[in-house]
């Protein structure tokens, strides 16, 4: 699969059943052997970000906890004894290879919510350009049923489109999607290549509902991913280096992605938040802004509105004319207190900084 030769950046979502053996304990030896397969990857130049299920099923051994179904504040518990078995077992598998594990911790919000995605994603970006590998989970301890992602497999996705990733790979008991679930009809035909979910394509997920989320639970996820601009492989994740193998031809399934990532990102930008204030830009910035550069506090003139950081926001020049729509890193209050500043004068004057008051990365031009 040439998506997964040439990726910059790939998230990887690992379940709990490769994670944690029949008897409950961290499978040390495919975790070591998948950590060769991911220092591959690294040795070549991409980055790598892990998002782990396991903690539950770590947990619970831990605990004594029996075979049956558990309770909410059991799972919670569970997931609180687990994590650290989890995070070892991680650490133990990466590092013989000279990789940095980080333990990062996620629930809804922190995806959903403007202002905790933006602080998530630096924290994220920061880690994988210090060379680290995140470690992403969800954090059972705290989550409800009520909110809460349910499956990691949409956790990843969001992860993914948060980073900008171009492949996510979902590593599964099944090796990609079928016509129809293999394990009960015989005649279910592989698809090694969908170009778009179509209603034919849904239906047959609907059909193959295998894997702790399902197959439907991952279509989902490949939807999001592919509105983000990231392709989706769905793999067999029971071998021993299943990415190599997927590289050497074994079967999978690979979603086409509609965009690349910084465009479907602006795409977001410009057509799915409601601006929640105006910034006004001298001409000088204006034309920055058109060339591609970030809007710093220098060429801010005017602010209006109320909005906090993460906010979207309009910029528009001393004429009236709209440049384009921004997530600002600065609320309104302190936008005001800086208008005009140059970059050396606004942690004087807030007593920290946040950089341009627009980065480039997120700011859509209007057309």
């Known amino acids: 699969m040439s998506d997964l030769a040439n990726g910059r950046l790939i998230v990887v979502k690992v379940g709990s059943a490769l994670v944690a053996g029949a008897d409950g304990a961290a499978d040390s030896a495919w975790l070591a052997a998948f950590g060769a397969d991911l220092a591959r990857l690294r040795k070549r130049g991409q980055k790598l970000l892990i998002v782990s299920s396991g903690a539950v099923a770590l947990g619970r051994r831990r605990l004594g906890l029996k075979r049956r179904a558990l309770t909410l504040p059991e799972k919670q518990a569970a997931a609180a004894a687990g994590q650290s ?48 590998t995140p470690v992403v989970n969800e954090n059972d301890t705290v989550a409800t049923e009520e909110l809460r992602y349910g499956d990691n497999d949409r956790l990843a ?136 550069k970030s809007l710093l506090a220098a060429g801010l003139r005017a602010v209006d509105g109320r909005f906090g950081k993460g906010d979207a926001v309009l910029v528009r020049d001393l004429d009236g004319r709209d440049v384009g729509r921004g997530l600002t890193r600065y609320d309104a209050a302190d936008a005001e207190r800086i208008v005009g500043l140059r970059s050396d004068a606004i942690e004087p004057a807030l007593g920290y900084t946040a950089g341009p008051v627009i980065h480039a990365d997120d700011l859509a031009l209007a057309g």
């Not at 021993?240 to 979603?255: D, K, N, S, V, Y």
């Open 157 to 292: 996705a969001r992860v993914a489109q948060m980073v900008g990733a171009d492949l996510l790979v979902l590593l599964s008991d099944v090796d990609g999607l079928y016509t129809a679930d293999p394990r009960r009809d015989p005649a279910a035909t592989h698809i090694p290549h969908v170009e778009a979910l179509t209603p034919q394509i849904e239906a047959m997920a609907g059909g193959a509902n295998v894997g702790s989320g399902g197959m439907a639970t991952k279509i989902e996820a490949v939807r999001i991913a592919s509105a983000a601009g990231c392709s989706t492989l769905i793999a067999l994740g029971h071998r021993a280096a299943p990415l190599q193998a997927i590289e050497e031809g074994a079967r999978a399934t690979l979603f086409a992605a509609t965009a690349t990532p910084a465009a479907a990102y602006k795409a977001w930008i410009a057509g799915s938040l409601a601006p929640q204030g105006v910034l006004t830009v001298d001409a000088g910035a204006a034309v920055a802004l058109r060339s591609g």
């Open 85 to 132: 078995l989890l995070m070892r077992a991680w650490d133990e598998a990466l590092a013989p290879q000279g990789m940095v594990v980080a333990q990062v911790l996620m629930t809804p919000d922190d995806t959903e919510v403007r202002r905790r995605f933006l602080n998530a994603r630096a924290t994220l970006e920061t880690l994988l350009e210090l060379g680290a």
